[in-house]
């Protein structure tokens, strides 16, 4: 551990030190901090970097081994469009679009409720019931898809995009009911006895209390959700073959990837343009995103 | 509104605690009763059987001549202030009153003529538009209140609403809730810890301890008429002063044995009273006002004794002493210009005709 | 007073029939119903699944003839399956151990800056977490490409050979290894910052004056407050890297020479590519009893966690 990840001076005789010494260690420790951060930023951001240039760039500047990879020099929009005007891009993302929609929608009322139910209304296996939906959570999609794939193909679902809204909930409802259980708990029970005295029914004090109390909670749940489903890969994967079925995760490469020719330039224009939405929802809802992240280990 | 009647009422919770244990209290319309008691006494629990929030084990409670054992709280056309005020966050103050009826769906101007004339009540007129998080303690106090009265319940329930202001917010609110009550008249229940609260707003106070009724009365009777040990101890401040005494047959009139070889005499209109227990050990209860420094009254049955007085505080407007008889603290009111000083020999005068004998076994007041 | 408008009944509405306890017994239904559609969705789409692997694996390929374990033991048996064990292991750990690390460096000169350059860098560095990593692998593979790498240019600047790093097993260990960190440091990074910010500054006020240096504070304030997030965390992220399937499958798909398989991308392999069904579930539930520990240590720190909390 560097001294800068320390924000207070190591002075081992702190009896005794001066206002100065203090103030230069602390600025010392600033400037390593700052080193840190900027080595780790470059780490953290050049992939998504390269992503951009190259996709920016023609095929012919993308092939020319004698140019800076780095960089772009004559940039160009040719690969957005040829996505956007061609080929099966936008069927993809439509799909995309549509599945994450449905999959939020259903997880949010499933979870809603269930949630409500295991916060406030005790019921014979309810604590054993949360405890089961966390352990849920913790289950991966690599453990139970061979299974899944049987018997989505004996409901004669394989290779439908619908097959993906009735799986995706499986990992989005336990996490959003598990950090909306502790959300719900949070809110003190006098305001349900108080909506309880003014008349409310369970559906109202769910309705005009819980969800518009819960807000910041709900919200988190539903970025979460939207995450998991816009960025899900093995199921599609593993459940759509026709390009007019598939999800952008895996429409890119199966599209873009002709036995050995990559169109690097496309794929990565293609991949840029599937990573926006998740990047403009944490921009514009940071604080949220974070939340819901974190709920899951802080919260209950 | 209406008269509120338990009978005979327990709360057994789940895992066998017994909160209340059996009570019988008679509200009168309009009346305004207070429920008093140390911390975990089982206020709160009648109060929210009373609302329908917790399942009355057994006995029944009625509202206005209705048994509401069975019926939901939203039925029984009664209103709570609760502790923390449980405002709903995310309404205005004007949604926060107009809720209940919104739900009960009165029309619009009928909730808005309700609303203000309840924000008329309590100046709030101007807050109607702010959320609760924007309001100060003693504002949203003021809302909790307006919710309940935009109502117009039968009953009005508060649990401790006053705890959670600072003091001297409190007894502004004191007054405040005196005052609306006053004004609309609706019978009332008022949970508190505090005595003080209890004996200014009450009509009627209920003193209960571990789950069961000690006393009824209006405040002044429960001052000077306490029945029982711990209703003298808890009502008044600073609190009673217990000292053992043995009660002697003198020459023609009863005598108390202090420790200490104090000796007082006991009021003649007494002795008839007290004969049974003569040549018993009991406990003296005298309240500090009433042992006080000696003054010029002409008052019968006065009596004196030296003490040296061990903690002096001077409060501004009286003196409190205290020493000790034996173990047993004592507290006395003096006259913030009679000259007190830890470890100086002073008379002090004892009012007997306020004294109280207490049988330390049954714990009542002779 | 009472002022009840006209043509309000329901302010007044007659007793319902039955008791405060039938109502509790109505709310329980109620309740029950409400969570009907997670009882449903678990129990048809994990809970039965799983049993069905349970059965699936344990039959012959054609899925005509029962044969107990036999898929099991075959695969304990096969070099290449033990060298997937292996690499689960080596993948795992590593990465979480990075992750750890780096996580927990950058937590805490994150909470040294001031707030306001607090947020900025945050949101800089939790990047790579919000990128579907199907996608970021996309960019990664890039920089990796054989003839192409960008990564191999810019050593070539400082006069360094080219790197083989997807061609040769053990540099396409550490560069699914290096892209699984990429991807989950930030998650520790900011779970460790949320756990930071929870350690009231009246500790270090406190531990200050009783005269411990810097990193006394770290060793006997910091570490045992964050004790408890720091093992769910890694716990958590033990299940979620072992059961990795995005990286490797779009990196390296398992290549060179099955060296950089998973269970996941294994199974997947065996059971979906290969068309050997029952052999796929026997791989995938391989996972299981690994997971299952794990899954009972997090368990048990989330429940003490929330008995703190409630303490
Ligand atoms: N939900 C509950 N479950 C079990 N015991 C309770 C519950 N609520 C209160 N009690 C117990 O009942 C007793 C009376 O509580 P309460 O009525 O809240 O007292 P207070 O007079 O302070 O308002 C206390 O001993 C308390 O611990
Ligand atoms: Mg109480």
Not at chain 2, 63 to 77: A, F, L, T
Not at chain 2, 306 to 325: C, D, R, S
Not at chain 3, 247 to 268: C, E, K, M, W
Request: hydrophobic fraction near 50%.
């Amino acid at each position: 551990m560097s001294g800068a990840t320390v924000a207070q001076p190591a002075d081992s005789a702190p009896i005794y030190h001066k206002a100065g010494s203090l103030r230069r260690e602390r600025r010392r420790a600033l400037i390593g901090a700052y080193i840190a951060l900027a080595v780790f930023v470059v780490f953290f951001l050049t992939p998504p970097f390269h992503m951009l240039m190259t996709s920016l760039k023609s095929s012919a500047e993308i092939a020319d081994l004698s140019g800076n990879p780095w960089i772009v020099s004559r940039p160009t929009l040719e690969n957005y469009w040829a996505l956007l005007s061609q080929g099966s891009y936008l069927t993809h993302f439509v799909n995309s679009v549509m599945v994450t929609v449905c999959v939020v929608a259903i997880t949010m009322v499933i979870s809603t409720f269930a949630a409500f139910a295991l916060a406030r209304m005790r019921f014979w296996g309810s604590t054993a019931l949360a405890t089961g939906v966390f352990l849920t959570y913790l289950v991966p999609e690599t453990l139970l898809f061979i299974p899944l794939f049987q018997t989505i193909g004996g409901l004669g679902m394989y290779n439908n995009l619908w097959a993906m809204v009735l799986l995706y909930p499986t990992l989005t409802v336990p996490f959003c009911t598990w950090i909306m259980i502790g959300y719900f708990s949070s809110i003190p029970k006098e305001l349900d006895e108080a909506a309880l005295i003014d008349g409310a029914n369970h559906f109202q004090m769910l309705w005009k209390i819980f969800i518009p109390v819960a807000l910041p909670g709900i919200l988190a749940a539903t970025i979460f959700a939207f995450t998991v489903s816009w960025a899900q890969f093995l199921y599609p994967l593993a459940f759509l073959v026709s390009s007019d079925q598939m999800v952008l995760t895996v429409g890119i490469i199966s599209d873009l990837i002709r036995g050995d020719t990559f169109q690097w330039g496309m794929i990565m224009a293609g991949a840029l343009m599937a990573a926006l939405p998740p990047l403009l929802v944490y921009a514009f809802l940071m604080d949220y995103y974070i939340a819901g992240l974190t709920a899951g280990a802080t919260k209950g | 509104m209406a008269q509120v009647s338990l009978r005979k009422i327990v709360k057994e919770y789940e895992g066998g605690v017994q909160a209340v244990k059996g009570v019988d209290l008679e509200i009168e319309d309009h009346e305004f009763v207070v429920l008093v008691g140390p911390s975990g006494c089982g206020k709160s629990t009648t109060l929210r059987m009373i609302a329908g929030l917790e399942e009355i084990t057994a006995g029944d409670i009625a509202i206005g001549g209705r048994v509401v054992n069975d019926i939901p709280p939203r039925d029984r056309d009664i209103a709570m202030v609760f502790q923390n005020y449980a405002l709903y966050p995310h309404m205005s103050v004007y949604e926060n009153m107009g809720f209940g009826l919104t739900l009960r769906k009165f029309p619009k101007d009928e909730i808005r003529r309700r609303v203000e004339n309840a924000a008329r009540i309590l100046d709030i007129g101007n807050l109607l538009d702010r959320k609760p998080k924007a309001l100060s303690g003693g504002q949203r106090q003021r809302v909790a209140m307006g919710r309940a009265i935009v109502r117009d319940p039968k009953v009005f329930l508060f649990d401790e609403p006053l705890s959670n202001l600072d003091a001297k917010l409190r007894v502004q609110m004191r007054t405040e809730i005196k005052k609306v009550h006053q004004t609309v008249r609706t019978t009332t229940v008022y949970v508190t810890h505090d005595q003080v609260e209890a004996m200014t707003l009450a009509d009627r106070v209920v003193v209960m301890n571990h789950g069961v009724i000690e006393q009824v009365g209006p405040p002044q009777d429960l001052y000077h008429h306490p029945t029982t040990r711990f209703v003298a101890g808890f009502i008044g401040s600073p609190a009673m002063n217990f000292i053992p005494a043995r009660l002697e047959q003198g020459s023609g009139a009863l005598r108390l044995a202090l420790p200490d070889n104090i000796a007082l005499p006991v009021p003649p209109e007494r002795t008839q009273r007290y004969t049974p227990y003569v040549g018993r050990d009991l406990l003296l209860g005298i309240r500090p006002e009433h042992l006080t420094e000696v003054k010029a009254t002409g008052k019968q049955n006065i009596a004196t004794f030296e003490a040296a007085p061990e903690v002096v505080e001077p409060m501004g407007m009286e003196t409190l002493i205290h020493f000790w008889i034996q173990g047993a603290e004592i507290c006395a009111k003096l006259d913030p210009a009679v000259p007190a000083e830890p470890g100086r020999k002073m008379t002090l005068a004892v009012d007997l005709n306020q004294m109280h004998l207490i049988d330390p076994d049954s714990g009542r007041v002779l | 007073m009472s002022s009840l408008p006209p043509g309000i009944p329901a302010a007044i509405a007659p007793p319902r029939a039955g008791t405060l306890q039938r109502l509790a017994r109505r709310r329980s239904t109620l309740a029950f119903l409400m969570t009907l559609p997670l009882i449903a969705l678990i129990g048809s789409l994990v809970i039965y699944p799983f049993f069905y692997a349970l059965y699936l694996s344990m039959l012959n390929k054609r899925m005509t003839k029962f044969v107990g374990i036999d898929n099991f033991t075959f695969l304990l048996g096969r070099e290449t399956f033990q060298m997937v064990i292996w690499q689960s292991v080596i993948f795992a750990v590593g990465a979480v151990v990075a992750k750890a690390i780096i996580g927990f460096v950058l937590a805490h000169v994150l909470h040294a800056l001031p707030d306001k350059g607090q947020r900025k860098w945050r949101g800089m560095l939790l990047v790579p977490w919000v990128i579907p990593p199907a996608i970021s692998t996309l960019a990664w593979w890039w920089l990796f490409d054989p003839s192409y790498s960008a990564f191999n240019w810019a050593l070539a600047g400082i006069g360094a050979g080219p790197v083989p790093w997807l061609g040769e097993a053990n540099w396409a260990r550490f560069a699914v290894i290096l892209v699984n960190v990429w991807y989950g440091a930030p998650f520790f990074m900011i779970m460790y910052l949320a756990a930071l910010k929870s350690v009231p500054d009246q500790l270090y006020e406190a531990s200050a004056i009783d005269g411990a240096t810097g990193l006394q504070k770290l060793r006997y304030v910091t570490l045992p407050m964050m004790r408890n997030i720091i093992s769910i965390t890694v716990l958590f992220s033990l299940i979620v890297t072992f059961a990795n399937f995005d990286i490797v499958r779009i990196l390296t798909n398992g290549g060179p020479q099955d060296s950089t398989h998973v269970f996941g991308t294994y199974a997947f392999q065996v059971g979906i590519q290969s068309g050997d069904i029952p052999l796929g579930a026997a791989v995938s539930l391989f996972m299981f009893p690994m997971l299952a520990v794990f899954a009972i240590f997090i368990l048990r720190g989330v429940s003490r966690r929330s008995k703190e909390m409630a303490g």
